[in-house]
């Protein structure tokens, strides 16, 4: 591998960044949009409350300080941070920060690549494949620490690497600072553990063990981890909130019955092969997993892939639920994929990688391997394609069309420093320490509190409006079909977010009068709460 920079990188990487600039500027109401509004919303609070790295803060959070226990929160934090050199807060700026950690994250895994093959094909097919697979190209652009914790993971791999290869003080801090940060940002990159053992071994074998660096970078990497969800749990404990890290405060993420059940695993594969991979990109990553099996001793630098691979699928079977009910769980097998699938490609183009099955033979018999590799790309770009647009929108996208269009208006109609209590549906599973969806609240640019639909009853309002909350704010498909609730709201004074503050108080004057505001915020119900 020379010093000289590959011209392909740069392209490919221009070529990234500008798929994920596409609706740069939308709104968060996109796939996962409760949780890129919850991490929008930790930037804005760091941005209007202060720049306290420790103290990451909520909207959710009724009349506590707000601090939550969560990932070590440098993606927020970075945020809105940029949201201060901008001089406001505007969604575009978090899609852009995310699209160029995941577009440099192309930078180390070519870097990996370039050391599993003589040539250079192998590492430019896998930048290539990485940056256009669904989950990096759609979670590549959203208002999530996703990106950040695939720039993270795959250089902390890198700079180990390298390290080893060619030890020095220098690099070893750099290594053991990347993994530290990696596991701290999110806890589930423990599964780097498996490769970074491997790699140890491949270089000293058991003598790894022996050598006292090794123990230091174990105790560099895993220590800021360590404290600080140590440090989280202590702000779990002053303001009751948490994102649920772990399985007793949040939803059961790890609930293990589930791989005892067929529908696990069929739903598990079948997003697999359409979604996370593409079908031509699992049937190519199936051939290089094969096609990279070491068969001499020069093969054993690539042992830490298939280790690699055990730690991820470790990974899947400790938290299967996270990974059935969450797509981008499977977000981490994404650049070990685009290794495996970039062997083959990178053999049907002549490069000596995979022992000689498939290449020159292949190209002989079946045609040029050059259309062969093209063809193969363009078939996952185009089912890659076709799966961003489905994320883009969902099938709950009008609901949150609703819900921005009203948060936006109220934010311009409410008072600044007003509770609210906002009614809406339980996007995390029953988790009794969290938001169930920040969406309205983020929208509003208030704070306040949240409660399901099984939650409503007008005792539970009185409740709350003993804590200060001055309105609730929820979508009208949930309360019309429970007559005792409506009669109640009715004499309280329901408005929609179109009308407020006009309220009415009977059916036939608040049909009429919802009737004359078309817009989707007439889907939202505001209610005044009075003490």
Request: overall charge neutral; hydrophobic content about 50%.
């Amino acid at each position: 591998m020379t010093g000289r920079v590959d011209p392909w990188l740069p392209a490919l990487l221009v070529g990234g960044f500008a798929l994920r600039c596409i609706g740069f500027d939308e709104p968060l109401i996109d796939h996962q949009a409760w949780r890129q509004a919850d991490t929008a919303a930790m930037a804005r609070n760091f941005f209007t409350e202060g720049y306290d790295l420790l103290r990451p803060r909520v909207d959710w959070r009724g009349t506590s300080s707000g601090v939550v226990e969560t990932n070590f929160p440098l993606y927020p934090y970075l945020l809105g941070s940029l949201y201060a050199l901008a001089g406001g807060v505007h969604d575009g700026l978090g899609r852009l920060l995310s699209a160029l950690f995941s577009c440099l994250a192309a930078v180390p895994l070519y870097a990996l690549g370039r050391r599993l093959s003589p040539g250079p094909w192998l590492a430019r097919w896998a930048a290539a494949l990485y940056l256009i697979l669904p989950l990096s190209w759609f979670f590549g652009r959203a208002v999530m620490p996703e990106a950040l914790m695939i720039l993270l993971s795959v250089s902390a791999l890198w700079l180990f690497q390298r390290w080893l290869e060619q030890p020095g003080a220098r690099r070893f801090a750099l290594a053991a600072l990347t993994a530290g940060l990696c596991f701290a940002v999110k806890i589930p990159t423990l599964y780097l553990g498996f490769p970074l053992v491997a790699l140890a071994m491949a270089r000293h074998e058991l003598g790894f063990l022996r050598r006292p660096l090794m123990w230091l970078y174990l105790l560099l990497a895993l220590v800021p981890a360590i404290a600080w969800y140590s440090h989280g749990l202590s702000l779990f404990q002053e303001s009751g909130l948490t994102f649920g890290i772990f399985g007793n405060t949040g939803y059961d993420k790890w609930s293990h019955g589930l791989l005892l059940t067929s529908t696990f695993w069929s739903s598990l594969m079948s997003r697999f092969f359409l979604v996370v991979l593409t079908p031509v990109g699992g049937v190519l990553t199936i051939a290089g997993i094969a096609g990279l099996w070491p068969r001499d001793e020069q093969g054993r630098q690539r042992w830490y892939l298939y280790a690699w691979l055990g730690g991820l699928l470790a990974y899947l079977l400790l938290v299967p639920e996270g990974n059935r009910k969450l797509h981008y769980y499977q977000l981490p097998f994404v650049p070990l994929a685009a290794l495996f699938a970039a062997a083959p490609l990178a053999a049907l183009l002549g490069e000596p990688v995979m022992g000689g099955w498939v290449g020159a033979r292949w190209t002989k018999t079946h045609g040029s391997g050059r259309w062969w590799v093209a063809a193969a790309f363009a078939g996952v770009l185009a089912a890659s394609a076709h799966e961003v647009s489905d994320y883009h929108r969902p099938p709950t996208y009008g609901f949150y069309q609703a819900c921005l269009a009203a948060g936006q208006a109220l934010e311009q109609k409410l008072p600044t420093e007003a509770l609210i209590l906002v009614g809406d549906l339980d996007d995390n599973a029953a988790t009794p320490f969290r938001a169930q969806c920040p969406t309205l609240l983020y929208y509003m640019n208030r704070k306040g509190w949240q409660i399901t639909p099984d939650e409503f009853s007008s005792a539970k309002l009185d409740s709350f409006t003993a804590l200060g909350a001055e309105f609730f704010v929820v979508p009208g498909g949930f309360v019309v079909d429970k007559p005792e609730l409506w009669a109640n709201l009715l004499t309280r004074g329901v408005a929609t977010a179109a009308s407020f503050p006009e309220s009415w108080y009977d059916d036939a004057t608040f049909l009429m009068g919802a009737n004359r505001h078309p817009g989707p915020e007439r889907h939202v119900l505001v209610v005044r709460l009075e003490k």
